[in-house]
């Protein structure tokens, strides 16, 4: 049992360069959900998809694209890479109706030069 | 929206003794309220978490408290050991378990 599967694992961009982080579960989760991580400030909240087909800006969606592509997919997109989002990320998943924990992905740590 | 304030924003404890982290959120709806505890390069992990209709919830050494009223909850690790070491966050969501709202996390140190 995978549970939430990030790739890649370790990324270098360039400045202005664009990518794309890849979201996987496989725990039948209706909600998805992008946070970064950067020290002293917690996880905030990036991207979130309620269940398929429907996704909300989080606390910092500045500069970031979501698309989720069926229940078991979410992916993050960065346009134009700047080096303020230097940052690791993390990838969840949680079935809310009946209420249950959020499972996160082993991260991925993205740095812009 | 939801905010979480958490608090202190470090620890440092000496082996055996007790561990209090307090977080206080802003949105009488949110119902659902996890910890997780996250070791240095890994994956946050839920700890112990406490529904709204719930006041208190115990998990051999690690214990909840919720007081509604205030909006505040609590975490408390008793007979704290060095691998209790660790960020530990506390989130608020509601509907269950949707949209989590992290706070900025307290990191743990116990001392042998």
């Known amino acids: 049992n995978a549970g939430v599967t990030q790739t890649p694992k370790f990324q270098v961009l360039k400045t202005g360069q664009s990518m794309t982080l890849q979201c996987a579960q496989d725990?039948?989760?209706?909600?998805m959900y992008w946070y970064r991580q950067d020290p002293g400030m917690g996880l905030r909240l990036i991207y979130y998809?309620?269940?398929?087909?429907?996704?909300d800006k989080g606390e910092v969606p500045n500069g970031y694209n979501v698309s989720r592509l069926n229940k078991r997919e979410f992916s993050l997109r960065l346009e134009s890479a700047a080096p303020s989002q230097t940052s690791v990320y993390f990838c969840a998943s949680s079935e809310f109706s009946g209420g249950t924990e959020a499972f996160f992905g082993q991260g991925t740590r993205l740095t812009v030069v | 929206g939801e905010n979480v304030e958490q608090h202190p924003s470090t620890l440092s404890v000496q082996e055996g003794d007790s561990a209090v982290i307090k977080c206080t959120y802003s949105?009488?709806?949110?119902?659902?309220f996890p910890w997780y505890k996250q070791e240095l390069g890994k994956r946050p992990q839920l700890i112990i978490d406490?529904?709204?209709?719930?006041g208190e919830k115990k998990d051999q050494r690690i214990a909840v408290t919720l007081n509604k009223t205030a909006k505040h909850f609590s975490l408390h690790i008793t007979e704290t050991q060095p691998e209790d070491s660790a960020v530990y966050f506390c989130?608020?969501?509601?509907?269950?378990?949707?949209?989590?709202?992290f706070g900025p996390g307290t990191r743990l140190s116990v001392l042998p």
């Open positions: 989130a608020a969501s509601q509907n269950y378990g949707q949209n989590f709202v």
């Open positions: 949105d009488s709806a949110s119902n659902y």
């Open positions: 725990m039948n989760h209706n909600s």
């Open positions: 406490i529904r709204s209709n719930v």
């Open positions: 998809s309620a269940s398929e087909g429907t996704t």
